[in-house]
Structure formats: C-alpha cells, structure tokens
C-alpha cells in the first residue's frame, strides 16, 4: 500500500484583499514553506482562482492559497510512500499550520475541509502481486454480468458518518506505460504495470451541505484526517479482501 | 438553459450572489425549472442541486478547456479592437518591424 498523494483543501468565505497579506502570509509559513509567489490576475477575476503560491523547502508540498479555498498538495517520495502513517503526521502538522495563518485572516471561519489520499495496491497482504485490478474490483464491489471484459473500471461509493462527514472510496484501475512523452501512435503500446488504485475524499461537506449555520473549524479538520487515518489503518484491506466496509 | 441564463430569470441580486458563492467552491451542478400562476402572480424559479460529495479542487488554469473563456473571466473588462484601434495597432506593429522580404508560411 504505498501513499501517492495527498491533498488537502480547506475552504472559506472569500477573504478580501488576500495579496496584500501574501509578506505577512509567508513569515508565518516560513518554517516550512518557501517565500511566496503573486500570481498577477486582476481583483476581480473569480475567486477560486489562486493568488498566493509556494512550495515546501524539500520541494514534496505545494501551497496554493485562493480568496476562498487553500490547497496542499503533497506528493510523497520513496521513504515515505509505505508509511501512511508518516504522511497523515506530516499533513496534521502542516495543516495545524496552515489553520493557525488563516486564522488572522478568515474572520467569518471557515465552510469546510476536506483530505483527499491516493493510494496504489502493488499487492496486498500475502505480498502477491494484484495481477488483474479489474476483476478484483468487478467481483468485489460491482455485481455486472458481461461477456465482455471492461478495459477500465471505476466505482464511488459514499457514506455519510456523525451527519457531518462524507466518506468518498473510490477503487479504480490504473495502467502505467513507459516511453516517451510524446503522442504518438501507438505509444501506450509497453504497458508496465497495472496497479488497483484507491482514492479516499473524506471531507464535512456534508454538515455544510445540509446544517444551517454550518461552521466547520479545526477541529473538524483533524477528525477528517482521523477518519482517513482509521481507515489506512484496518478498514481498507478488509474492503479490498472481503468486500466488507466497516466504518 | 445556460446556468447564467437561469440566475439573470431571477432578477434577485441576493440569489445571483448566492449562486455565486456556491460555484466558487467548484462544480456545483444545477437544473433549473420556472412556472409561473394565473395572472400576475410572481414567477416561482426552482433549483435543484445536484449534491456534491467530494473536496472541491482549487482551480488551476490548465483544467479549463475553453481557453478564450477563460481569458474573458480573468479579464472581464477584455473586448476586441474597434476598427479605428486596429488600424493604431497594425500601423505601431509596422513602425517597429521591418519587411526581411520572407514569409515564414513559406518556409
């Protein structure tokens, strides 16, 4: 089970005139993050759009920073992508930090927060190689009869935990090629490796969503990554082996 | 129905910012339908969401498709030269540069 990713979001009532706190910004996140980049669009260009970006000192993490949504994404190398553990901590501390800096800004708190994790089975517990992702997944998960084999799958499934967390796992297959980077034809020709991906999106969408009033805090933050960090920890195996989802 | 086209049948600032706010965090979809009563009674629009489950991605500039679009909503004040200013334009271009006799179609 080797962690490719991470990303985590955290989104909030537009925040004001957020490029004239982008100095202010980068002192606080100084300890981890290089100095901050201004990216030159106008006031009024649409919110989602980023306007403060940075990345950590190792290079790993990127930080975008919109008027109404911050983004750390993180790709994990080699010492760190077996040990989920080491990544979930590594994100509880970045996020800590990046609630701690918003703090002086998102005066109306914040809409929610979300951790998506991508994580790719080599093999799965008795250390054999998952040699046909498809049909794990269409014998686990998806009850289709077909005389024809699927080329790619990919099911979603959601659950809905405490009224105020959605729980999105999403099983996929994913082909790997090597060659060049270039398109040409018949350059996916040298498939490489066929691996059973599981994206996690956990996220308290749900009580904003659905709760008037809804505000979502750090401390919602936290409890989604002990969600996902619950569920790397003995649910997803189960899942993948017996079809079983545990919450 | 465009969505835009369904926000301005409102005529409601207050919805129109609302709705706003709600796209900002990223692909909420919507279908819409309006009905309106016997005589002058005011037309009832009718949203309907379609619930969004996942973590809104923050936008990155590669995702959008439409490349022109999405230079008219960075820049909302972007318009094409008039004539007049087309002329300006191409008579600066002409100042600057001079004919080498090659036309790089050619090439």
């Known amino acids: 089970m080797l962690i490719k ?16 706190k982008a100095f202010d910004i980068e002192d606080l996140l100084k300890d981890y993050f290089h100095q901050v980049t201004l990216i030159p669009v106008p006031d009024d260009a649409p919110e ?3 306007r403060i970006s940075t990345t950590s000192h190792n290079g790993h993490s990127q930080l975008n920073i919109s008027l109404s949504n911050t983004q750390l994404i993180t790709n994990y190398d080699d010492t760190f992508q077996g040990k989920w553990e080491n990544c979930l901590t590594y994100v509880e501390d970045r996020v800590n930090t990046l609630y701690n800096v918003l703090g002086n800004y998102a005066n109306e708190g914040y809409f929610f927060s979300g951790l998506t994790t991508e994580i790719v089975f080599e093999t799965l517990t008795d250390k054999e190689p998952i ?13 289709i009869d077909t005389n024809t084999n699927p080329h790619d799958i990919e099911q979603k499934i959601t659950f809905v935990i405490e009224e105020e967390y959605y729980v999105n796992i999403t099983f996929k297959n994913l082909r790997v090629y090597e060659g060049l980077n270039i398109q040409s034809p018949g350059m996916l020709r040298n498939e490489k490796a066929h691996y059973l991906v599981c994206v996690l999106d956990i996220n308290d969408r749900y009580g ?8 979502s805090n750090i ?29 | 129905m465009t969505t835009e086209a369904l926000i301005q049948k409102n005529h409601s600032p207050k919805i129109i910012a609302s709705v706003g706010a709600l796209f900002a965090f990223g692909s909420i979809s919507m279908n819409a339908y309006s009905s309106s009563m016997i005589g002058n009674s005011p037309i009832i629009e009718h949203i309907f969401y379609e619930e969004q489950t996942n973590t809104p991605e923050i936008s990155t500039m590669g995702a959008r498709f439409d490349r022109i679009e999405e230079v008219r909503e960075l820049f909302p004040v972007i318009r094409d030269f008039s004539e007049e200013e087309l002329l300006i334009y191409n008579k600066s271009l002409d100042s600057l540069f001079e004919k080498t006799g090659v036309n790089i179609f050619e090439l």
């Open chain 1, 208 to 215: 904003f969503n659905y709760k008037d009033a809804y505000t």
């Open chain 1, 5 to 20: 990713n991470t990303r985590f979001n955290i989104v909030y009532p537009r925040i004001s005139n957020l490029r004239r």
């Open chain 1, 48 to 50: 989602e759009i980023p």
């Open chain 1, 131 to 143: 040699k046909d992702p498809i049909n794990l997944i269409k014998s686990k998960f998806i009850n």
């Open chain 1, 219 to 247: 401390e919602n933050a936290m409890k989604v990554i002990n969600i996902t960090r619950s569920i790397l920890d003995n649910k997803l195996h189960k899942m993948i082996l017996e079809g079983v989802f545990d919450l």
